[in-house]
């Protein structure tokens, strides 16, 4: 408990060990306010050696997962995470407004299957899919979801009002999906060999984006139009 945290240079490699338990099995668990993950690495961390993908818990083996407002991961790796859940979760759900998390800097490497949904690098989740001016920015990912994988997005947009700027892709076979939300900006990325961009929603800003990528999948997706409790989306 408390605020103004910072958690910085540990080493997580191996199985964590995790009981199996609601909102336990996470690395690095975050409830309050003002903190900060930086420098910190996982190198081919599980985290639980048990797993189970249809478990009801299985979407929180997270390594890093933050609830609360004003929360930092920066100048952090990581590599092969091995399990279910997404790598890191930036969840908004039940707070009193935006909760303003920064991703900035970070190495996400090796991840080449995953056995169900939720399995992105990077999840960011609004309460409601409401504003949460999340900054997504600066961030490496590279050889991920490459191989026979049951989940095709890399980052997972669910909010309003967030900022993904300046990332750089190499080899990904999942997308940065807009999946919920309205008016996020994706400016100035760069994919390279794979990797793309689904649009849904309304009021978004994706421009300015770098694609030099092979194979038969576009590089923008946007969807059809769809309306949804009377908003237009795509």
């Not at 080493?11 to 690095?28: D, K, L, Q």
């Not at 090796?110 to 990077?122: L, Q, V, Y």
């Not at 309304?202 to 999948?217: A, I, L, Q």
Request: aromatic share 12%; glycine share 12%.
């Amino acid at each position: 408990e408390g605020s103004h945290v910072t958690i910085t240079d540990l080493y997580f490699s191996g199985v964590g060990g995790w009981p199996r338990c609601a909102g336990c099995p996470a690395a690095i668990e975050l409830e309050v306010d003002y903190t900060r993950v930086t420098q910190t690495a996982f190198e081919r961390y599980f985290t639980n050696e048990e797993y189970d993908p249809n478990h009801p818990d299985a979407a929180d083996y997270s390594q890093v997962r933050f609830r609360g407002y004003h929360h930092r991961v920066d100048h952090s790796r990581f590599d092969q995470h091995l399990g279910m859940g997404a790598t890191i979760a930036a969840d908004g759900r039940n707070l009193d407004g935006p909760h303003y998390p920064i991703i900035h800097r970070n190495f996400f490497g090796t991840r080449p299957d995953a056995e169900a949904n939720g399995c992105e690098s990077i999840q960011a989740i609004g309460d409601d899919a409401g504003p949460d001016f999340a900054f997504i920015s600066e961030n490496y990912f590279e050889n991920l979801l490459t191989g026979s994988s049951r989940e095709n997005e890399v980052l997972s947009n669910k909010a309003s009002e967030n900022r993904i700027l300046y990332n750089a892709f190499s080899n990904i076979g999942g997308q940065v999906t807009l999946r919920q939300g309205q008016h996020a900006l994706v400016y100035g990325n760069f994919f390279f060999d794979r990797g793309s961009i689904r649009v849904h929603g309304v009021g978004h800003v994706v421009v300015n984006n770098y694609f030099d990528v092979t194979g038969t999948e576009p590089a923008l997706i946007i969807g059809n139009g769809n309306t949804i409790g009377g908003m237009q989306t795509g």
